[in-house]
């Protein structure tokens, strides 16, 4: 199938996103403006790291906006998924379901009352669910975005890009995400459905974050806030949210490597791989440069078959690129 591209572009941090003001001339305290610049500095690294990939990724199952589908992909089979929905409060039941047949919703979102419940359910008897309330909102939009992953109780919530750290609840014995054909029910009535993008793989925090704050300057949603605290809280895979030392290691790697290391590559891929996955194939040692395979070669180092002195065909990388990849390394606990 061919991958689709969607191109846009990211605005600036707001200071009501950040909770930053210097109302009246006043001069904010140097402490707090320090605060926004590393806040900017946080949001400017993981943007610029993945959003490019997110919007061309082939793991888009579905993406709609003011009622127009720009692309679908059928069938849909997936172990895990994710969605991203601009709307407003007149959007009320159940406004989003991935299901495998009647009652067998993987993955569910209703919206009643101002509560949005995120649900994994095997069926009538045996779900798993996560809850949040949704702000006041003078405009009536807001957004949801949530990651499903393959076991019943791995769910993740964002509502206007903050992570809502509920507690996910279980009702009898839910099973894991099955591999059938999905199909995607969305309301008849899409007058307060104003963009919709649906992935079939769980995202990271930082991914559903940055998607979010994509999707809503595009639809026009106030208020969705860079969230900090879904940076550095691991880099692993499924719905662990990427350190920056991995993310500004994986843009090196991405700009550098990619060539010859693509989707598909017989010489073994870089693309869409997390922090563990590159530990996994031998490609890095945390806290261990001479034992980092990648590393040697990167800085012109052989080390086991091939050849040391990588990109193939590119100049060498700079200092400042090596730093990086160094750190990254250096700072994996």
């Known amino acids: 199938m061919r991958r689709y591209k969607i191109v846009g572009v990211l605005g600036a941090i707001s200071c009501a996103i950040l909770t930053f003001q210097n109302c009246g001339g006043e001069l904010a ?86 509560v949005v419940r995120a649900s994994h359910v095997t069926d009538l008897s045996n779900y798993s669910y996560l809850e949040a309330s949704v702000p006041v909102n003078p405009a009536g939009k807001f957004l949801i975005a949530a990651a499903f992953g393959n076991g019943a109780k791995e769910i993740t919530l964002l509502i206007n890009g903050l992570n809502q750290q509920a507690t996910v609840n279980t009702v ?33 925090g930082s991914e559903l974050n940055v998607l979010s704050r994509y999707i809503a300057k595009s639809a026009q949603v106030s208020s969705v806030a860079f969230d900090p605290s879904l940076v550095d809280t691991g880099g692993g895979s499924g719905v662990a949210s990427p350190t920056l030392g991995f993310l500004a290691a994986k843009s090196v790697i991405d700009r550098n490597c990619l060539e010859c290391h693509g989707s598909g590559s017989p010489n073994g891929t870089f693309a869409d791989l ?60």
């Open 274 to 333: 997390s922090q563990d996955q590159f530990i996994r194939k031998g490609l890095i040692s945390p806290k261990n440069l001479a034992g980092s395979k990648m590393y040697s070669r990167l800085t012109g180092v052989s080390v086991g078959p091939g050849p040391g002195n990588m990109p193939l065909g590119k100049a060498a990388l700079s200092d400042p690129d090596k730093t990086v990849i160094a750190t990254w390394i250096n700072s994996i606990q």
């Open 172 to 204: 009898g014995t839910p099973l894991a995400y099955s591999y059938l054909s999905k199909n995607r029910v969305l309301p008849t009535n899409k007058q307060g459905l104003f963009e919709l993008a649906i992935y079939d793989k769980a995202l990271s």
């Open 29 to 114: 305290p140097l402490s707090s403006a320090v605060e926004l610049q590393n806040l900017y500095d946080s949001q400017s690294i993981i943007d610029s790291s993945l959003l490019p990939n997110l919007l061309s990724a082939d793991s888009i199952s579905y993406w709609e906006k003011n009622s127009v589908i720009s692309f679908e992909k059928t069938p849909l089979f997936a172990e895990a998924s994710s969605v991203i929905l601009a709307l407003d409060s007149t959007q009320t039941g159940n406004i989003y379901s991935l299901n495998s047949g009647t009652n067998l919703e993987d993955a569910q979102i209703t919206f009643n009352n101002g």
